[in-house]
């Protein structure tokens, strides 16, 4: 495998802090033992844990308003997968990368699995994009894609949710996440089970052209870019659409695609219980969709998913296994650092939400206590699993402080020499 990052600077690195990691996970290991729980349990569940990265976040995000381009941003798809490969050798945790297409078109499939491989990548769910004009696009989207009132729009759309299908077949992908922004900016513009009807039509589609092993993610969102009626606005439409289109469909909920004050793990209780949980965009956001790093708003809501993760594992057995994957905009910070804080706060949630005494929390709902309840989750919350999860990366072989180890080995520097800035051109491919 090739390590982009020499590995002897990432084992100084943990040398000089192994010792207090040490002492901090012996501390804690007390601290659980007490509790009856095992710490090295803890430390091999976190050790298993993957969370996708978004190709479109390793370079700088921006707004309507403006995009403040970083240094060293990656050009192409190739150099957005060595950004990944660094997040996941300093992380131990993100060894797959969901791509955006045509973002991300490789002009050899082949030859990007490879390299993705040789990285020690492998690629997730790809994504299809029908809410931008492509050049030289046949059709505009101006007016919706899948729910478009121009059939010839509408085949357009399902035939480059086809492509890409064909695309990540080829890349070993086993899933198509369809997001589509179709929806109206007043009341009156479109009739609004009418373009239902069209989206469901366009969708039947696109599942037909699914291979037998592949899932498809229906994305709901509250708004933007339509801001009086989204197609696609909720979890009970993804949920109803997925139910009608057959089992390969199912719900992925993006954190960041709710009203505020949304109670998101609700609904991953309710998608998890009727069997359309397909997976997430993890984010954090504190008025829109923001895009914000996973963690950053509210930790205690993204604890509280995966809680509702945790009780449906222990209902629906190993076959329970949505697509964890991370949708995030970094305008202001490095999105290398950005992405493998958020991928660690998601490992965080995971295996604090392992450390709820469910015998206990059982026993105080059947008995209303609802004080103890509470304060049963409040405990998992509230324990510092720090410890756990800078030795899973140190027995990794990844960095005990992946942001620290990143800045001494000076990568973005060295990107900032490799990588001339192009002159007002999107790395990222988001504004
Ligand atoms: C839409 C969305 C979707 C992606 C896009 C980059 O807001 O969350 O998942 O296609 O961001
Ligand atoms: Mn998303």
Known sequence: MDYVINTSLVQQHNAVLRADLEADYAALAGTLARRGQDIEKLTTLAQGFQVALPSWGVGTGGTRFARFPGVGEPRNVEEKLADCAVINQLTGATPLVSLHFPWDKPSDPKALFERAKSLGLSFDAVNSNTFQDQAGQAHTYKYGSLTAMSAAAREQAVQHNIECIELGRQLGSKGLTVWVGDGANFPGQSNLRGALERYLDSMRGIYAALPADWLMYIEHKLFEPAFYATTIADWGTSFACAQTLGEKAKCL????????????EMIVARLAQFGKLGGFHFNDSKYGDDDLDSGSIDPFQLFLVFNELADAALRDGPAFKPAYMLDQSHNVTDPIESLMSSAVEVQRAYVQAALVDRIALAGFQEAN???????????????????????????????????????????????????????????????
């Open 253 to 264: 909920v993006d954190l960041g695609h709710h009203a505020p004050n949304t109670n998101i």
């Open 369 to 431: 206590d609802v004080h103890q309840a509470a304060q049963t989750l409040k405990r998992a919350f509230r324990t510092d699993v720090s410890p756990i999860l800078a030795m899973a990366r140190m027995r990794s072989g990844a960095a005990v402080d992946p942001v620290a180890c990143y800045r001494t080995v000076g990568y973005r520097a060295q990107k900032a020499a490799e990588r001339p800035a192009k002159a007002g051109a999107s790395g990222s491919g988001i504004v």
